[in-house]
């Protein structure tokens, strides 16, 4: 009977994770599993024999949840944009004013410099430099409120931002230069993982922790995108307005409007993603089943025309960054596919795709790798190539066990799992390139 237990208890929590199915219609499915179960046991079938069979008559997980959207449209529906009710409503609404509470916090944060005489037109580099910290910690307090996060964590993740702060205004970085410029762009990655500690509730080594923070990260996203193409729109609605009477909003816009929104939206995001992840299925994976094929056909046609024309990378900054993101979303694609894939299903067509994707990606951070050599046989250092030589390398290996695991999945000679396990451990890495870029760099190369 435990065995038993043990087994429907697993079955709960895995059919949890499918965002189509919320908590009524896991409990709804388990006592129909029950019933399954009760019946072929009282048939004369052993527990484990029963629970198999009964699972394999209720169907895929897949077919579940579409019968779930048809027969439920028009609650799921109401979901994406009703509050909730009953009893838990008093907690939504509690929740949804603690969002608004520090959404207004974010926003308030990024117009406080002016008050100590650093505007916007000639502090640019200072707004760029701490532009992560004026919102990260805000949606840092937010997921310590929401997982009741404890205090001695707390502790340590207000320790992180503090010391990113201090790295971010304490050195004296040249206006504009290179170590102030990978600043801007390293510090929202090191604190990025600040976040990641307190969304998993502090408890950062649980795999399935991790890849929770990965699906959000990518919802968040598209969550923001869309929430920015609603303000753009806004915005030109509000300048066409005023304008029509000859009265300039421009102050307001450029001043208010754009960077409190752009604050906010962080935060209201983040609330959405939340609230409406038990409703519908994460867009996220979705869209990696769309851009997977297109990103390996942008691939092979890059790599055959460097073969055809044999033309090597010319490389500069705006390049480097150019590749290390296109390397980025590679890797991305890879982890939000097997976010939503079943590790216990066998290899298909897509993963075939997916492991040409990787394979792709490899040759060309070799090549982005040789050139970045070179350039620094010919040039010598500077604080640009060690960073983007830095970011290749860590990019190659995790590309060549993404690569190794891969293969050995589709040869049947190893699991999915191996797979997930390896993606995971490099977001910490990521985190620690990212804050050495900040800490070390900068006194390394004079502040240049």
């Known amino acids: 009977m435990n065995t038993l237990e043990e087994q429907i208890a697993h079955w709960r929590e895995y059919v949890r994770r499918h965002r189509t199915i919320g908590s009524r219609d896991v409990a709804e499915l388990e006592d129909h599993l029950r019933d399954q179960v009760g019946e072929l046991t009282g048939a004369g079938l052993a527990g484990d024999e029963a629970f198999l069979i009964a699972v ?5 997980l897949d077919s579940l949840s579409l019968e ?15 509050p909730a009710e009953g009893e838990h409503a008093g907690a939504s609404r509690f929740e949804l004013f603690v969002v608004v509470i520090l959404a207004l916090v974010a926003a308030i944060a990024i117009k406080t410099p002016p008050l100590f005489g650093h505007d916007f037109d000639n502090h640019e580099g200072f707004y760029g430099r701490n532009l992560g910290l004026f919102v990260l910690p805000v949606l840092t307090v937010y997921f310590a409120w929401k997982r ?54 502090g408890g950062w080594f649980a795999s399935n922790g991790r890849m929770n923070f990965v699906r959000f990260t990518g919802e968040l996203f598209i969550y923001y995108v869309l929430i920015a193409l609603g303000g753009i729109v806004l915005t030109a609605i509000t300048v066409m307005m005023f304008e029509s009477v000859h009265v ?10 754009v960077p409190c929104g752009a604050m906010a939206a962080v935060i209201v995001g983040a609330w959405l993603v939340e609230a409406k992840k038990s409703v519908i299925e994460n867009m996220a994976p979705v869209l990696t089943r769309l851009f997977t094929p297109l ?19 010319d490389m500069d900054r705006n390049l480097l960054i150019g590749f290390d993101l296109l390397l980025a979303l590679v890797v991305g694609l890879v ?35 040789a050139a970045i050599v070179s350039r620094i046989s010919e040039f010598g250092f500077t604080p640009n190539r060690v960073a983007a030589l830095g970011e290749n390398l860590i990019l190659l290996a995790n590309l060549v ?48």
């Open 148 to 201: 009741q996060l404890g205090m001695i964590t707390g502790g340590w993740l207000l320790l992180g931002f503090v010391a990113a702060g201090l790295f971010a205004n304490a050195y004296p970085f040249a206006p504009h230069g290179d170590t102030e410029v990978l600043a801007l762009l390293h510090l929202p990655i090191a604190c990025w993982l600040l976040v990641g500690v307190a969304y998993v509730g």
């Open 295 to 313: 990103f390996t056909l942008v691939l092979l046609a890059f790599l055959a025309t460097m073969l055809f024309t044999g033309h090597a990378i």
């Open 401 to 448: 066990g993404t690569a190794w695991c891969y293969g050995r999945f589709l040869r049947h000679r190893g699991s999915f799992a191996e797979l997930e396990r390896w993606q995971i451990a490099f977001l910490p890495i990521y985190s620690g390139w990212a804050a050495l870029v900040v800490a070390v760099f900068p006194p390394l190369f004079k502040f240049a």
């Open 248 to 257: 300039s909003p421009e102050w307001f816009v450029r001043g208010w409007m």
């Open 335 to 369: 982890l939000y596919a097997a976010s939503a894939r079943d590790e216990h299903a066998p290899p298909g067509l897509f993963d075939a795709l997916q492991f040409i994707l990787v394979v792709s990606a490899l040759l060309v951070d070799l090549l982005a790798l």
């Open 68 to 82: 779930f959207a048809r027969e439920h449209s028009d609650r799921l529906w109401k979901q994406l944009v009703m």
């Open 56 to 60: 394999k008559r209720m169907g895929s």
